[in-house]
């Protein structure tokens, strides 16, 4: 993995318009859509994400790498499809009910993406049945609840509540402004994340079953 690699640093720094060239660059040097997934475009959302944790960039530097790396993705998407390479998680993710707040969503959203997990993303609003339909039709390895509002904390309780006793064996990773640790460990999900740059280093860790560093 280089760091340097010029389309590794289109994604970081957000510069949506090379990324086309770049990736052909790759691709006519012999490149595999894989490799150009796992060792250019990955590492560059994981340095984004690392940034943003540290403060260092802030949302509009998260949103426009995002925006690189989708572009990127998109280009890709039918050489993996080709090569038969399909993202190795998939999760569900969705704001809870009684909340219309999307940015903190849509964030984690593209983290994972980056990530190279699946994301269906269920928008905001959204009902505990609903996620629970989800759950039953797509079948994910995680689940992202968010909320921003105090309000619509007990929907996300119940949202937890619902999906268990469905049965669904995904792991519930929540967030949001006024959400805690201590708030995950009373209404039983299985991880918080305390903002985009950290999502996906826990829900890593909870799809790999291995502790986060301390």
């Known amino acids: 993995m280089d760091e ?26 012999g490149e595999d859509a894989k490799s150009i997934l796992e060792n250019r475009l990955v590492p560059g959302m994981a340095i984004v994400g690392e940034r943003f944790k540290k403060n260092e960039i802030f949302v509009p530097e998260m949103l426009v790498a995002a925006r690189a790396m989708k572009e990127a993705v998109k280009i890709l998407e039918p050489l993996l499809v080709a090569a038969g390479v399909k993202p190795e998680f998939t ?11 999307d940015i903190g969503k849509n964030l ?10 699946d994301v269906i993303d269920l928008g905001v609003n959204v009902a505990p049945a609903k996620f629970v339909e989800a759950a039953q039709q797509h079948k994910p390895h995680l ?21 268990k006793q469905s049965g669904s064996t995904a792991k519930v990773c929540i967030g949001g402004a006024p959400i805690t640790q201590a708030y995950a460990d009373e209404i039983g999900a299985d991880g918080y994340s305390r903002d985009a740059g950290s999502a996906v280093d826990v829900a890593l860790a909870l799809l790999r079953g291995t502790a986060l560093a301390a």
């Open 4 to 29: 340097q690699h010029p389309l590794t640093q289109a994604v970081i720094r957000g510069r949506r318009k090379e990324i086309p060239e770049l990736v052909k660059q790759c691709v006519d040097a």
């Open 108 to 117: 984690v959203a593209m983290m994972w993406k980056g990530a190279n997990i």
């Open 143 to 163: 689940i992202g609840l968010s909320a921003l509002l105090t309000t619509t904390m007990p929907s996300m309780k119940t949202t937890v509540a619902a999906l």
């Open 91 to 101: 999760a569900v993710i969705g704001t809870v009910e009684g909340d219309l707040h």
